[in-house]
């Protein structure tokens, strides 16, 4: 199986941000040799705050999705928060991906399984790798063709994740295709001043950690200028970063 990468800002702050970002990541694959997956948020419906910046929405936001996937000829994903999403989503990108909190949302999965498209599913913070397997259950039982899953750390008492390295090799036994989530994995939720930080200094070890025990691939949200960012400021990593940390993965 080939090395799965998923690149891009978290959320859509603008038309150029996304070219910027899409532009880099073809170079990259031209490089390389990787076919990295560009992902973006049209809507963070999980913001700490309600006055924090959600993105352009759902119409808006899937249309600059299509522009991006038809002038750059990327791959697309991007994230889901309610069924009625799915359908629309579906029609734009190749993957749709669950969030982490949403990943025992019934009707979300079975939505994003009836679109056909590659559903990835995030662990929850609150679930090891082995109750993965009751999501899996339910998108495949709905008709998703192929599956993925994703670490993204565990609640640590208040304010902080840890990573369970062995939920990788336990999702294995569920699905082929496990990917590290090395961004969101560095955050310590709500313990900035009405929003989430972290540190993105740890983000190539989360990495190379995830290598160490088998994961298939990896997941990294990229942005020229992380920390004027509009949400996970703190824990994207430089996008003139990305491509010497994936040499280094298929090294």
Known sequence: MATTFI???????????????????????????????????????NRTSI?????????KGLQMLSDIKEKYGLRVL???????????????????????FLCRQTDLLVA???????????????????DM?????????????????????????????VVDFRNIPDMKEIVPNVIMDCTHSVQRPSAGDGKTVGDRKFVPAMAKAAKA??????????????????????????LDKLEALIADLLA
């Not at 910027?20 to 948020?41: C, H, M, P, Y």
């Not at 928060?81 to 799915?86: M, P």
């Not at 999501?135 to 192929?146: F, M, R």
Request: charged letters at 25%.
């Open 78 to 100: 991007t994230d889901i928060h309610e069924s009625y999403q799915a359908e629309a989503a579906g029609e734009v990108c190749d993957v749709l991906q669950i969030p982490a």
């Open 213 to 238: 025990f088998g994961a298939t691939g990896y997941f990294f949200e990229v942005h020229p200028d992380p920390d004027h960012g509009k949400s996970d400021a703190a824990n994207m990593l430089e």
């Open 112 to 130: 994003a399984a009836k679109t056909g498209k590659i559903v990835n599913i995030k662990k929850a913070q609150f679930l090891s790798g082995r």
């Open 51 to 59: 006055h924090s910046f959600r993105g352009p929405g759902i119409e």
């Open 133 to 161: 397997r009751y999501p899996v259950e339910k998108a495949l039982d709905s008709g998703a063709k192929e599956v993925w899953l994703t670490e993204r750390g565990n609640c640590f008492g208040y304010n902080n994740l």
């Open 7 to 45: 690149a891009g800002p978290c959320v859509i702050e603008s038309m150029e941000l996304l070219e910027t970002v899409a532009q880099e990541l073809v170079r990259i694959n031209q490089e390389l040799g990787t076919d990295i997956i560009f992902k973006s948020s049209f809507d963070k419906a």
